[in-house]
């Protein structure tokens, strides 16, 4: 079968694999992962070049190998409790459950709310329970807050480390449990 592409498209894939042998080679100096120090270095940016996060990731699974990625999965997993601490004024614990499914790891995640804390920044710089804060009238704001501690970590201390992607299937509170 016989594909045709235009020029711009062939020059598209060209410079995505020089990318590529750029990435590989910093990896072998520097170690695998994922960071924005690495994407400042190279001048990514993302929509402004052919190069997507996609990209990024799937070369990471290509240089770390199955094998690799499973031993820093499993000691993500092996953590029965994940700590968030000085993420925009919180502070909690959470817990998650987690599946490999078409590539990606979807994840169950659990929020001690009870126990977890918040220190309203921008109102008065008091510290609440994040429960108690959820049941105001900006609660709304503070579960997406929260959501986004969790994404942050997880990208953070297992994604940009494997390059496998993720999902929250459910994001839910000890106190809604």
């Given at each position: 079968?016989?594909?045709?592409?235009?020029?711009?498209?062939?020059?598209?894939?060209?410079?995505?694999?020089?990318?590529?042998?750029?990435?590989?080679?910093?990896?072998?100096?520097?170690?695998?992962?994922?960071?924005?120090?690495?994407i400042?270095?190279?001048?990514?940016?993302?929509?402004?070049?052919?190069?997507?996060m996609?990209?990024?990731?799937?070369?990471?699974?290509?240089?770390?190998?199955?094998d690799?990625?499973?031993?820093?999965?499993?000691s993500?997993?092996?953590?029965?409790?994940?700590?968030?601490?000085?993420?925009?004024?919180?502070?909690?614990?959470?817990?998650?459950?987690?599946?490999?499914?078409?590539?990606?790891?979807?994840?169950d995640?659990?929020?001690?709310?009870?126990?977890?804390?918040?220190?309203?920044?921008?109102?008065?710089?008091?510290?609440?329970?994040?429960?108690d804060?959820?049941n105001?009238?900006?609660?709304?704001?503070?579960?997406?807050?929260?959501?986004?501690?969790?994404?942050?970590?997880?990208?953070?201390?297992?994604?940009?480390?494997?390059?496998?992607?993720?999902?929250?299937?459910?994001?839910?509170?000890?106190?809604?449990?």
């Amino acid at each position: 079968m016989k594909v045709k592409i235009t020029e711009q498209q062939l020059n598209n894939l060209q410079e995505v694999e020089s990318y590529k042998n750029m990435i590989f080679k910093y990896w072998d100096k520097f170690g695998p992962g994922i960071s924005d120090d690495m994407i400042k270095l190279f001048g990514i940016t993302f929509g402004k070049s052919s190069l997507r996060m996609t990209d990024l990731q799937r070369w990471l699974r290509e240089y770390l190998g199955d094998d690799k990625i499973k031993e820093i999965s499993k000691s993500f997993f092996e953590q029965k409790q994940h700590h968030i601490d000085e993420c925009g004024g919180y502070e909690f614990y959470f817990t998650l459950t987690h599946k490999f499914e078409d590539g990606e790891y979807l994840f169950d995640v659990v929020v001690n709310d009870i126990d977890g804390i918040v220190i309203l920044v921008m109102v008065d710089g008091s510290i609440h329970k994040i429960k108690d804060a959820r049941n105001q009238e900006y609660g709304w704001e503070i579960e997406n807050e929260v959501e986004d501690c969790v994404h942050d970590y997880i990208s953070k201390n297992l994604e940009d480390k494997t390059g496998v992607p993720f999902v929250f299937e459910k994001l839910s509170f000890k106190s809604d449990m």
